[in-house]
Structures are given as structure tokens and as C-alpha cells.
């Protein structure tokens, strides 16, 4: 099993597009004012497991990105965030991962700020058993915004085996926050879980918003 105190040994298997990055200018514009991000289905969470570096809940769901059909997957976490934004992190960082019907992955970022506790994320919390697998049902029903700003770009799983050929949106506005005891409960239990922002290596970086 991989930790994140070793990341020096972390071998890409190929290519020099890794995530996750400092998402910083120079950016292009992107062709509409929001991230063409729908959720088609409702994303319905149903089985909670302890990787052993962070809470990974496994689901099912469906939305649209980019007019392209995707199933929602699963969703985990990192504290503090691996992308950086300007040079700043943020206090979490939600990976909804998602897949289409020809393996392509596609990873929705919500970059999370520190403000008052949610309760879906608190759910998850309470109902966390260490080393255990846990069934519940439970929707994703606020956390991605209706009208969603951020960055597209072209990169990596952020954990081995690292695998290139992943697309990111990096959603800046999500419909939550978290709390101070909420980001001491993950320090607590995981440690510090994010990769070390990895070279752009001139990659275009697209940022939708204002």
C-alpha cells in the first residue's frame, strides 16, 4: 500500500501530464460563462469503505459534462486540497470520480473552503468504521453548484498507479463548506492525503467564470 510520506519513490507509469497542479494564469478562456457540469441522475451513495488514507464511498449516479454521458462512480477526500488555486489550497477536497461507457475517467474537484459543518459530510463521518466497509444510502443532493465555475484541464489519477489520460474540473463554487473540527476529524484520522502539485509542462489550462 501506497503513503504519502514516500511520494519521491512514485513512479508515473508514462507521459509528463500529472495531477494534480497550481492552477494558475496563463488560462484560456472557456467558451461559456459556467462548466457545462449536469447532474442527470441523482448520485446515491451506498457502500462506505476505509482505503487506509482516506473515506471512500462507492455509488452510482449519472451526469452530463461537456454534452458527454458519464456514471458517477465514487466519491473520496483530501485534506488540504491537492490542486492549488493561485498558489492557495483549500481546507478539502472532493473527488467525484466518474467514468464513461468507453473507460474514459473524468474527475469532478470541489474545492472546499472552511465555514460551517455540512451534514451530508457529517453523515459520512459519524457513520465511518475503521477497516470496515459500511452500507448506506444516502444522496449527493447540494455539493456540486447549480451554475458551476472553475477549470478544465488534461491530467492524472492523483495516486498510483497515476495513470494519464484523466479529465479534471476543478469546480471553485461548490455548495459547501467545512467545518475547523470536520478538517481536524480527517487530519486526525488520515494525516495530510494530497499529492505534491506536479509541472503544468505547458498544458492549457481552461477557466470558465466571470
Known sequence: MFTYDNQTHWQPQSGHQQSPINLVAPFTAGGTATLPFQITAPYQ????TDDHTT???LGEGAASIFNRAFQFTQVHFHCPSEHLIKGQPSALEIHLVHQNTIGQLCVVALMVNQGPADTTLQTLIDQFSAGHEVPL????????????????????LTTPPLTEGV???VITNPALTVSAEQVQWFKTHFGANQRQPQNRADRPIIYYGA
Not at 451513495?45 to 462506505?48: D, I, M, T
Request: cysteine-free; proline content about 3%; hydrophobic content about 45%.
Open 137 to 156: 444510502t444516502l444522496t449527493l443532493s447540494h455539493w456540486a453548484p447549480q451554475a458551476a465555475t472553475g477549470y478544465h484541464y488534461l491530467g492524472s
Open 167 to 169: 479529465e479534471w474540473l
Open 55 to 57: 473515506i471512500k464511498v
Open 45 to 48: 451513495l451506498h457502500l462506505e
